[in-house]
Structure formats: structure tokens, C-alpha cells
């Protein structure tokens, strides 16, 4: 690597040389040229020699593949810094492990505060339940403790968090010793999460976005709402990512707008659009899902936190406003909807206000053939997260466990949305799953239901322009002339072309198909390493050169 430094002038000049660039510029690119915070030039290496002179800093790839930066597209930042920093269960493998790990972070963590936890699961259990509250009091030595489920729906508390909020017992959700859901959970997680202090969410946001940048992620979406995080939790977010290099930080408020008022203090916070996880109905983990018939575990249809026309009124609100609107909408009964009410205010400012704004559906689980259809009539982006189908998909998975089979199946299905022409946009949920976007990409191309497969190809464009679509710019997540310099270097195996069809060639390295080739994601490969992430022309993440 060669370098030159030009202090003041015009825009520093990067080339990088001798790897591969994933362009739809060109699929046999090598070598790419960066000028300031913007993509300049991708081409041979032919024509890399002749601007290798004027460069200010010339890399070699050493056969490095360089792709966009990859876009989360659903996150919770502090949340998902919390568990990277402190008491996480998704790794426990039984009850008393679970109580084990509690009672670890309970002894080691400083006196008088609040423990705040994430990620059991006792579908995974031998056990197949959850701690008694009186079992977490004994692993806490009596200390308040704030436990959230791996879907962040419902969480146990101890008696000594219900302390600390009065009336809890009355509210929705509330369980004497089971997990609390509802109105009862959203009150114990503001409890909880408002003795976060500043000093500690910070910590925790800018672990998330370390964890982020070493992931060749460029950008998030953080899905906030005043029933999940706080406005000052939102803005400290903004704020922090604004500040500091690191990833993008699109922030979304799932708050209800019915008045051009509450969309102009949606806007005063910063917020993309109102949107995110304005909750529809909960989670199928949680059995808070909202569906059509009855869970087969289960002897009622989950919860329906927003009607039809409430939704309509939403999106007519946001749409006159110029505002982005969206919903985290789970069960088929909570997608209808969703569907329902969008086409409602298409009806009353115009399908074609509707569609411009490009309103998103956060998970979109169980949508049926009609709904996937009017997706894409309405413009809808479904912001999808293929990692809750490695999780929980398959005939002996959660999904099955709470659907039956037959129902299970049809989750999550990707390549319909993609066959309607429903944009698409990938993401994580963090901390319900981790920031893993090789990961996800090998979850949407090997779904555990064939049907719903899709190419390496499409699930890699969803989870890098796919998100950038979803926040309303068409410029970005693709390597060209004049896009954004948001990008990664990977140490990588062969690039191959990818279907997901067993008909035919599920891989091929062919050069003449003049389709850009990308790592093998056949499970069990390894996935690609990191070496660097830029955004924006600055780096955010290296280990090039180790």
C-alpha cells in the first residue's frame, strides 16, 4: 500500500487494486477508485495503472473482495448493546444453566441497581419452561431484574422490579408468575430500562456499532418507540452515530400519528418516518401474535394491538404529511390489517401518494397470497428478517411448536414477496438475533422451506440496496460511479453464482454469465472475514493490513 497525504485541497483519491469488485458497473472489475465520500471510478487493472500516479493512497486487495456495506434494516441499539455488554441467555441450553448465568451477572454486577437481561428461550429447553419468578428472586439475591424472551415480547421480572411499579398488577399481560406481556411488559421494560444511565447507554450503543463495523455493516435502522426505548434513548442514538465515525443510523418512531401535529414532533426527533416497531400485535414466541385461528398450543389468536382503521388513520396522517409510515405486523390476522387499513387510506389520498412514500411492514411473518399480492399493489417494503426462520423454522421448530406444521411452512416467504415485486429489506431485529449479515443472506438462500428460497444474489441485494431502498434513497448499496463510498473488503473462498432452485445448477463460476460472483453460502462453508469497512470514505473498521 502506497500513501500520499494532501492536506486542504480537493477530496482525497483511493484506489484499490488487485481483488474483486462486486459492480453491476462491471462484473469483471478488479480495481475501484474512491474520491472523497464517493465511488469514481471501477474498472481493470489495465486502466488502475494509469490512475495509480495520481492517487493519494493506492491498496492492494491481495485478491480481497470488496462488496457494498451491508444495511440492517431492524435494530435495537441499546438493547442489543446491553446484551453484547452484559447478561445475555441466548446461549443457555437449559433451565439451570439459564439460572446459573443470572446468578453470575447478578454477584459480579455493582450493587443497587437494576439487572437488565435478554435472549432466554425455553422452547429450547429440556425443561420447556421458563424460571419461576421466585427462582430468579433466589438468583438475584432479591435484586430488581428486567429478563426480555429472545423475541423481546414478554420478560420475566423479579419481585423486587414489580416493586417499583405500582398498578402493574392491573395491567394487561400481567402473569402472577409467568411472563409478562402487553401493557404489564411494556411498563416493567420503561421501569427497567429508565435506570439505564447515559454513561451506560452510551457504552452500550457504541458496542453495537463496533459490532456493527467489524461486520461489514455501513448503516442501521433503529426501530424506537416510546413504548421501547424513550425519546432520549432515540436521540442519544442519533446524536452518538452523528458524531463519531461508525455506521449509518436511520432512526424510525413507532408512535400512532393522527394529526399533522404529532407527525411534525415525529420529525422534530429526528426520526425517518413513523414507523418501525409501531406495534400491530406481538410475537408468535410470546403467543402475541395476531392471527386468523387459534395457535395450536395455545387456546386463543394472540393479541391485536391496532385496528384496521387505526392503521388507516396512521398512514392518511403520515401520508399527507410527506412522512414514511410502517408497523411490525407478525400473524396473518395482524398483516390483514395492516393490508386493510393501508389500502383504506390509499382510498382516500390516492394509491399513487401511498406508493411514493414506500410505507413498510416490519417481520410480515404469515402473509397469504392476497396480502403478498397487495404488498405490492400498495408500494409496500417488507422489512424481513431470515435469521428468525434459521431460528425457529422447520418441522421441529418454534414455528411448528405454535402453528402446527402445515401453517409453519408457510412463514417467511421471500421468494413470493420477491416474485410480486415486493421490495425487500434485511435485517437482524438485534438483539433477537445478532448482527449477521453473511448469516442472513445464507438464511433467505437456504430457507428452511424450499419454496420460499431465494438466490444469494437477490437476499445479498436486499440486505445491502434493499435497505437504502427502504429508506427512501435509490443511489446507494450498490458499488458505481458517483454512489456513496459505503463499502467492505473480505477474505473470502471462490465467488460463485448461487440459485436456489434444486432444477437447476445451484452454483456456477462461469464467467461468461457476466453476473458478478459472490462467496459460497452453502451451509457449513465459512462465511467471509472482514478486513475493512468504509462509509462515507472514511474507515470505520481495519484489519487489513494484520
Not at 54 to 79: K, N, R
Not at 171 to 180: E, M
Not at 260 to 282: H, I, M, T
Not at 310 to 338: M, N, R
Request: glycine content about 10%.
Amino acid at each position: 500500500m502506497t500513501t500520499r497525504t494532501t492536506p486542504g485541497g480537493p477530496p482525497r483519491t483511493v484506489l484499490l487494486r488487485r481483488g474483486e469488485v462486486h459492480s453491476p458497473a462491471d462484473p469483471f472489475a478488479t480495481a475501484m477508485a474512491v474520491e472523497g465520500d464517493r465511488i469514481a471510478w471501477i474498472g481493470s487493472e489495465a486502466a488502475a495503472d494509469s490512475l495509480a500516479d495520481s492517487a493519494d493512497e493506492v491498496i492492494d486487495l491481495g485478491g480481497a473482495l470488496v462488496t457494498p456495506a451491508f444495511t440492517d434494516a431492524h435494530v435495537h441499539a441499546t438493547s442489543a448493546g446491553l446484551a453484547l455488554t452484559g447478561l445475555d441467555l441466548a446461549a443457555a441450553r437449559s433451565l439451570p444453566d439459564a439460572l446459573e448465568r443470572v446468578r453470575a451477572h447478578a454477584a459480579a454486577a455493582p450493587a443497587g441497581g437494576v439487572l437488565i437481561g435478554h435472549g432466554w428461550d425455553a422452547t429450547r429447553w429440556p425443561e420447556g419452561r421458563p424460571p419461576a419468578r421466585a427462582e430468579l428472586d433466589a438468583a438475584t439475591g432479591g435484586r430488581p431484574l428486567y429478563l426480555a424472551r429472545v423475541d423481546a415480547h414478554s420478560a420475566l421480572v423479579t419481585t423486587a422490579l414489580l416493586d417499583r411499579v405500582p398498578g402493574v398488577t392491573g395491567l394487561t399481560g400481567y402473569h402472577p408468575d409467568g411472563p409478562l406481556t402487553a401493557d404489564a411488559h411494556h411498563a416493567v421494560r420503561r421501569a427497567a430500562h429508565a435506570t439505564v444511565g447515559a454513561a451506560q447507554r452510551a457504552a452500550a450503543q457504541r458496542a453495537v456499532l463496533r459490532r456493527a463495523a467489524a461486520l461489514g455493516i455501513g448503516a442501521l435502522h433503529e426501530c424506537g418507540g416510546p413504548e421501547i426505548s424513550g425519546e432520549e434513548d432515540f436521540t442519544a442514538l442519533l446524536a452518538l452515530a452523528a458524531a463519531e465515525p461508525g455506521p449509518r443510523v436511520t432512526g424510525y418512531w413507532g408512535a400512532l400519528v393522527t394529526n399533522a401535529k404529532e407527525a411534525a414532533q415525529v420529525r422534530e426527533l429526528g426520526a425517518a418516518g413513523a414507523a418501525g416497531d409501531l406495534f400491530a400485535d406481538g410475537s408468535l414466541g410470546s403467543h402475541t401474535a395476531h392471527l386468523h385461528h387459534p395457535y395450536a398450543d395455545a387456546p386463543h389468536t394472540g393479541r391485536e394491538y391496532l385496528t384496521a382503521e387505526d392503521i388507516a388513520a396512521h398512514v392518511t396522517t403520515c401520508t399527507e404529511a410527506g412522512l414514511q409510515a410502517g408497523f411490525h405486523a407478525i400473524g396473518d390476522a395482524a398483516v390483514t390489517a395492516v393490508v386493510t387499513g393501508v389500502r383504506a387510506a390509499a382510498e382516500r389520498v390516492g394509491t399513487a401518494r401511498v406508493r411514493a412514500l414506500r410505507h413498510r411492514v416490519e417481520h410480515a411473518e404469515m402473509p397469504d397470497a392476497d396480502a403478498v399480492a397487495a404488498f405490492a399493489e400498495l408500494g409496500l417494503t417488507a422489512s424481513v428478517q431470515p435469521a428468525f426462520d434459521a431460528a425457529w423454522g422447520g418441522p421441529d421448530g418454534m414455528y411448528a411448536e405454535r402453528l402446527g406444521a402445515a401453517r409453519a411452512r408457510a412463514l417467511n416467504p421471500f421468494a413470493a414477496l420477491l416474485r410480486a415485486g415486493v421490495p425487500l429489506a434485511f435485517g437482524s431485529d438485534a438483539p433477537v438475533t445478532p448482527l449477521d449479515p453473511w448469516g442472513t443472506v445464507r438464511a433467505a438462500a437456504f430457507h428452511r422451506t424450499e419454496e420460499h428460497r431465494v438466490s444469494v444474489r437477490a437476499a445479498f441485494t436486499a440486505h445491502t440496496r434493499g435497505g437504502w431502498r427502504a429508506a427512501g434513497r435509490d443511489d446507494a448499496g450498490v458499488l458505481v460511479p458517483g454512489a456513496p463510498a459505503d463499502y467492505a473488503v473480505w477474505r473470502t473462498g471462490d465467488l460463485v453464482v448461487q440459485a436456489p432452485d434444486n432444477r437447476i445448477a445451484r452454483w456456477s463460476t462461469d464467467p461468461r454469465s457476466g453476473t458478478p460472483g459472490l462467496p459460497d453460502l452453502t451451509p457449513g462453508a465459512p462465511l467471509p472475514e472482514c478486513l475493512r469497512t468504509v462509509v462515507g470514505g472514511r474507515t470505520v473498521y481495519d484489519r487489513l493490513n494484520e
